[in-house]
């Protein structure tokens, strides 16, 4: 059994990273729909059902974009799973104000039934498995059997299965689990990302076999006179 939403919720979630729910209007929930639909035509026929969302290195905004993204593939109609599986540093749970206290790692080392740590968000149609307690050793629990078999039933479950990992340069858990994942996604935060760090995690995905379908550049600044404010009538400047 699902742990409910109203048993889960804080009141201290609205921010940039549910945006695309509280304010679908915006020119940021625009943004996220372009990334889906990208998404969406990037596959080539093959579904891309199991995506990581990672970065080079830290405060990129992969995280904010992970959730905005899950939750525009909601609204589209999709059962959506978000997972954090960001084992050192978790940050699902606050974004979508659920509780942390069981998750992924309880499945991974208890075998915690999958309902049992799974949360229903206030999205329709999206769920969080959030991280749990940190565990001592990530990367080998990211690589395990369990882990595995995690992929396994949610691929049975929901449409689409969106994952959180560390930033990839810093430790190695994103490659550890970027192999058995359909598509990654590096998330590239503009006038912060290093160039030399890119690169070097873009490398270290594509040696590990990784399907890497594309980048998102974060937070740069769009003149308002596009044909976004054509269409909704406002002006202003705006960051995605």
């Known amino acids: 059994m699902t742990i409910k939403r109203e048993d889960s919720i804080n009141n201290n979630h609205k921010g940039l990273g549910t945006i695309t729910h509280w304010h679908p209007k915006s020119p940021f929930a625009e943004a996220y729909r372009t990334l889906r639909t990208s998404i969406h035509f990037s596959s080539s026929g093959q579904p891309l059902q199991t995506l ?6 830290p405060s990129e905004g992969k995280s904010t974009t ?3 993204l899950a939750i525009s593939m909601a609204q589209a109609g999709g059962r959506v799973l978000v997972v954090d599986a960001d084992l050192r540093k978790p940050s699902q749970h606050k974004i979508f104000g659920a ?10 080392v208890e075998g915690t039934p999958l309902d049992e740590v799974i949360q229903e968000t206030e999205v329709p149609g999206l769920w969080i498995l959030p991280c749990g307690p940190i565990p001592p ?4 629990l990211l690589g ?16 689409t299965v969106l994952f959180d990992s560390p930033p ?4 190695t858990d994103a490659t550890v689990l970027a192999p058995g994942m359909d598509g ?3 998330v590239i935060r503009a006038k912060v990302a290093r160039i030399d760090m890119t690169r070097e995690a873009k490398e270290l995905l594509e040696k590990t076999g990784a399907r890497l379908i594309g980048v998102v550049l974060n937070a740069t600044h769009l003149p308002a006179d ?12 705006r960051t995605v």
């Not at 990581?52 to 290195?57: D, F, M, R």
């Not at 395990?144 to 449409?159: G, P, Q, V, W």
């Not at 990839?168 to 430790?171: E, Q, T």
């Open 52 to 57: 990581l969302i990672t970065s080079a290195g």
């Open 137 to 140: 050793n990530p990367s080998e």
């Open 168 to 171: 990839v340069v810093a430790v």
């Open 184 to 186: 990654v996604v590096l």
């Open 66 to 68: 992970l959730a905005n």
């Open 226 to 237: 596009d044909y976004y404010y054509y269409y909704y009538g406002e002006k202003r400047r």
């Open 144 to 159: 395990s059997r369990r882990m595995e078999d995690l992929l396994k039933e949610t691929r049975a479950r929901f449409d």
């Open 99 to 108: 509780l942390n206290g069981a998750g992924l790692t309880n499945w991974l």
